[in-house]
């Protein structure tokens, strides 16, 4: 009954703090919403006993992530996002079939989902399962996924110092 409760909070917290990362203009108020939902899906694993998982996530994500995120927005001098009028006129469009392809998905995931047989909670979240995973099935999108993040951080430097550069011409 409380893991029923707890489940729905966490699942409620991170749905808002998911709102409200699309829905503020501040992009320093969007990454610290972002942390908001981070901490609930960290709270969800807890209840699903997958303590390891959530420990990481917590560390990766909302601590490393989300400082290399605040990080590249303070760089970049980010400010207030403004609206250009017109600019998102023919979103409708594309929003209304994306938004049915992805109820299909969820619909074929949940029919999907009633034929199989139920996995073994301790086959779950353990660390021995993780690491054996990580570093042999998952081992080249896990670097991939690290010089993506390289990449991306020398990608905001370069904008900041050309920013620069032109400020003082």
């Known amino acids: 009954m409380v893991a029923t409760i707890l489940f729905y909070v966490f699942a409620g917290l991170a749905v808002l703090g998911a709102v409200m990362v699309i829905m503020h203009r501040n992009p320093i108020y969007s990454a610290l919403s972002l942390i908001l939902t981070l901490f609930s899906l960290a709270g969800i694993y807890v209840l699903l006993m997958a303590h390891f998982i959530a420990i990481v996530h917590i560390a990766v994500y909302a601590g490393a992530i989300m400082v290399l995120f605040l990080f590249v927005i303070m760089l970049l001098n980010v400010r207030i996002e403004e609206k250009a009028p017109g600019a998102f006129r023919y979103m409708v469009y594309i929003a209304l079939p994306m938004v049915l392809v992805l109820f299909y998905e969820l619909a074929t995931i949940v029919f999907h989902s009633f034929n199989r047989a139920p996995v ?31 990449v991306a951080m020398a990608g905001a430097v370069y904008l900041a110092k050309r920013r620069l550069n032109t400020v003082k011409e």
Do not use: C, H, N, R
Request: net charge negative; aromatic share 10%.
């Open 120 to 150: 073994k909670s301790t086959d779950v979240g353990s660390v021995e399962k993780i690491g054996t995973a990580l570093f042999s099935q998952y081992v080249l999108p896990f670097e991939i996924t690290s010089i993506l993040l390289i």
